[in-house]
């Protein structure tokens, strides 16, 4: 087909896109086409914003290392990653749900720990944390021997692979859950922090004059075949930050009961007050027990 005019792009594109052998990828290619080109046309970009945007793109992509994942960041400061989340989970997004966005700092491979044991690889200030969690199906009975991989940011706002500081796995631990579904650990109470903003996210979300903060939180990635993998947060209770996350990542049913405690017994001798504890019972679905790809190494 010769192109005419702006109304014929459209429908020549889709045209050559149509042997695309895939049906579901066809789907999606053809949407994404329409919608591209719906939103040229509602905004009538010029060719210098056009220009900027495959700037971004391109920067999006030069930013991303073995150890950083600016397209997932976008994806997540852009509502996307939250929205694809809430869409999948909880009954196909009809009932409340577990789950939450993955992030950009899931490492696979952590360190096996033992039940209790403590995540703290290299020093790191701040009050200790004991952790009782449960993990139970839609009929509420416990699911043992599940594979649940922890991890979350140190005190100073950094992942263990962005900080030198720390130690290799530093926060970060894998577990397995008992015959009661049960799994436990020793960390730090996590602190919030704000995003990398050193890349066209950041640029984003200052521009858009938002906080580019999350508040603090663990992160959980719970996988047991027949089960659907549930990847999600507990976020503090009351934390700054908890009604603005930059990526939109906090849900309802996903603020944990952070208890502090001031006096008694501490829970180990080296633990000074005060200390937190927190009791949490993660829900799994049953499904697809697929894992993500790690957004980095
Ligand atoms: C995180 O919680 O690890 C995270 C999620 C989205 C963007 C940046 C960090
Ligand atoms: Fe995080």
């Not at 950083?68 to 997540?76: A, Q, R, V, Y």
Request: proline content about 8%; charged content about 20%.
């Amino acid at each position: 087909m010769i192109i005419e005019t702006e109304n014929d792009v459209t429908p020549s594109v889709l045209k050559v896109m149509a042997a695309a052998p895939d049906a579901r990828i066809r789907e999606i290619q053809e949407a994404f086409v329409k919608h591209i080109h719906a939103f040229a046309r509602e905004v009538r970009l010029t060719e210098r914003e056009w220009e900027y945007g495959i700037g971004m793109l391109n920067g999006i992509g030069k930013k991303t290392t073995d150890t950083h994942n600016e397209g997932i960041l976008f994806s997540d400061c852009l509502g996307l990653s939250t929205l694809v989340c809430l869409m999948n989970n909880g009954a196909g997004g009809s009932t409340e749900t577990a789950a939450a966005l993955l992030g950009p700092f899931w490492r696979m491979h952590s360190p096996k720990t033992e039940h209790g044991g403590s995540i703290v690889r290299s020093p790191t200030p701040g009050p200790a944390l004991f952790t009782t969690c449960r993990v139970v199906d839609d009929k509420k009975n416990p699911v043992a021997n599940a594979e649940v991989d922890v991890w979350h940011a140190s005190t100073t706002g950094m992942y263990e692979n962005q900080d030198p500081e720390q130690a290799d796995h530093n926060l970060r631990g894998k577990f397995f859950t008992d015959s009661n579904g049960r799994f436990s650990f020793r960390t730090i109470l996590p602190a919030g922090y704000p995003i990398p903003i050193d890349g066209p996210a950041g640029e984003m979300v200052l521009y858009q004059k938002r906080e580019p903060w999350r508040p603090a939180h663990l992160h959980f990635l719970i996988h047991k075949p027949g089960f659907k993998t549930l990847v999600t947060q507990v976020f503090v209770a009351g934390a700054r930050y908890i009604d603005c996350d930059v990526v939109f990542g906090v849900t309802k049913a996903l603020i944990g009961d952070y208890r502090k405690h001031e006096s008694g017994a501490p829970p180990a001798a080296d633990v000074k007050a005060p200390w937190y504890t927190l009791d949490y019972t993660f829900h799994v679905e049953p499904g697809e027990s697929d894992l993500p790809q790690p957004p980095i190494k």
